[in-house]
């Protein structure tokens, strides 16, 4: 059995992803997946929710830097909430916080999104 | 050591089984003694306990004879075994007769000698014995035979039984007959072993004794260590004989578990200070496992077992795997984790088994129950294979033996190489955590730095050994984790850091992950081991309630 899942759901125009569990190599690729088909039927607002998240290696962190690579091509916009402060710092190390937004929560990142902040 | 300097005094712990054995022995002469095998760990004191029965039956009764005799492995030729066995006996049995010590030492003298002093005594028992020994010189099997007899028929003649008493009895498998050696010829005590009036009380190695046939049917009776209480006062003894005060300290004396031997030797090395304290205690026991004679003793042992240098130096890798895995680990694997043929690793183990630095069961093979023994097994390593200098094993067991401020709880993990084994880890670790009242987001912290460990021994562990071994020790403020593999690419001798893999890195995010570690422990240790690479993390932790974990980050 999987130490991964991932379920989406689209509000309005943006597409949120919440990714449960341990995001390695595996939950990485599907994370990145999903998102390629997301921007690939024309959605390019995107928010990862962590709140589920409980670990992440630095496989998975590595496949999330060719995902963020992935969105600026496309000109779409990502945004993270619900972070624990140690998977911050390990994007922080990484250098990927400076490509994305990050956010306390949904409501907040919909507000930015949405041009309301 | 001359028997009359034998003090019962200084025999500790081991009364009951002396009277038990010399009630035993005394049975000859009703005909009702059976011949036995004394067992036990090398050093626990069984040649004490036969020399101490000896000089119970010499000194304290006088009718059943004593005969001591220790098997030397340089005189295995039958021609000379023989001379030397009988020459020993009717000198001893002589000696006892008469109650006269000095005949006990009389080395060297020929057969011609022993049968005119036998004459002079008039003991024509013995003279018979000797001629007919003389008149079988042209054939060594039965001279030994004659020899081997010479008790039985001493009894048949005069009506004292005898109690044979043999030390290092396994070396007789080595005897031999114009260098060819013969198995057939330790069989040769099956006959004496058999009569009741002469019974034998034999011990030596017990690994090759339990597999010579003539041993197999004797009754096995158990040498065990030295009780807590024995133990100490074997201590104070030896203390008060170098006029020195002070104790060893319990941890010490635990470690020891009741082996005379051992405790013999740091008490004698630590009395060298005057009023040695607790650390002077400890130091000599580092020193004696590192250059003293106990660390000498177990490599000669080794030596005399596994003579080849090359071969010895696989064979310490082997034994340092043994002794840091935590379960039985069969020749199969052996042999394919030291790219060995199965005949190889056989002969290795088998040599090892047989002197005494594993055990065997059942074609697995597990590290002695002597914890002197691993510290012993480790300063070799160390030495002879990590090339470490004096001082870093000195700290290195001053680090690991003596006790730190606190007490540690160790928790002690084996993985298989097996997907997303990291994660087991590091939901122990939480457990451990919430169990031992651990601050949860270091734990938090740590959990995100042991991930990368266990991924780091698992990808560097591929094609070597499937397992990875996890260790967690908490203390008073601190946890350190340590991760070990069998990968032995991973760490530069010289820097004590891992190789960069230039072509790795160049693939986004290969190399994180020790610097994710180092971002997240207070320190990181990468460390060669004698089984392969081990990974320490080291994160101050306090035990306390108070400090909430911080669940999200607040930004923007």
Known sequence: MSNFSLSSRSE??????????YINNIGAERLELTSEEFIGRGSNKLVVNFTDVKFINTIGLSIFLSMVQNMLESNSQ???????????????MAGLIKHVRVFKDEKDAFNYLNGRS | MP?????????????AELASLYKRVLQADSGQAQSVVLSGRRGIGKTELLKHLFG???????????????????????????????????????????KDQALLYRDGITIDGLSTLAEEMGALWAKEILDQYMQCSGDPVDALRIALLAPHRSTLSTGMPVAVLIDDFHWV????????????????????????????????????????????????????????????????ALLSAQEAEGNVPPLLLRHLAGNPYYLGHIVTRACAKNNPDDKEFWNAYIQEIMEGTLALSWLTVLKSYIPDLGQRRTALTIISKIYHTTEALSCQRIAKVFSLTDGEAHGILNALYLAGFIRGEFGSFRPMDDRVLRDIVDALSMREILAKSPHDMELHFLEALIPQKGQVVRFDMTLPMAREAEL??????????????????????????????????????????????????????????????????????ETG????????????????????????????????????????????????ASIQKEDTANHE
């Open chain 2, 173 to 236: 498998k080595g005897l031999h007959l114009d260098g060819v050696p013969d198995h057939l010829l330790v069989s040769l005590f099956q006959e004496p072993m058999s009569h009741r009036k002469t019974p034998h009380v034999i011990t030596g190695n017990m690994a090759e004794l339990q597999e010579m046939a003539v041993v197999s049917g004797l009754e096995r009776i158990p040498v065990p260590s030295l009780g807590s209480e024995a133990a100490s006062s074997m201590v104070l």
């Open chain 1, 12 to 21: 309005q125009d943006i597409t949120v992803m919440m990714p449960k569990g």
């Open chain 2, 3 to 15: 028997f009359s300097s034998l003090q019962k005094k200084d025999f500790f712990g081991r009364q």
């Open chain 1, 78 to 92: 990502l945004c993270f909430t619900n972070m624990k402060k140690d998977h911050r710092e390990m994007f922080e």
């Open chain 2, 424 to 493: 087991i880890v590091a939901q122990s670790l939480e457990q451990i955590g919430k169990n031992l009242n651990l601050n949860q987001d270091a734990i938090g912290q740590l959990q995100i730095a042991v991930i990368e460990a266990c991924i780091n021994a698992i990808e560097h562990g591929k094609g070597m050994d499937d397992k990875i071994y996890v260790s967690v020790a908490v203390d008073e403020d601190q946890t350190e984790v340590s991760v070990e593999s069998a990968g032995q690419e991973f760490i530069i001798q």
């Open chain 2, 497 to 544: 850091e891992p190789y960069r893999d230039q072509e790795a890195e160049k693939k986004a995010g290969r190399g994180w992950g020790i610097k994710l570690m180092k971002r997240f422990v207070d320190h990181v240790r990468f460390e060669k081991t004698t089984y392969g690479t081990k990974i320490v993390l080291v994160k101050k932790i306090e035990k306390s």
């Open chain 2, 56 to 98: 119970r039956l010499f000194f304290n009764q006088d009718r059943t004879v004593p005969f001591l005799y220790t098997v030397n492995p340089a005189l295995l030729s039958v021609t000379v075994f023989s001379k030397s066995y009988l020459s020993r006996f009717i000198c001893q049995r002589l000696a006892f007769e008469k």
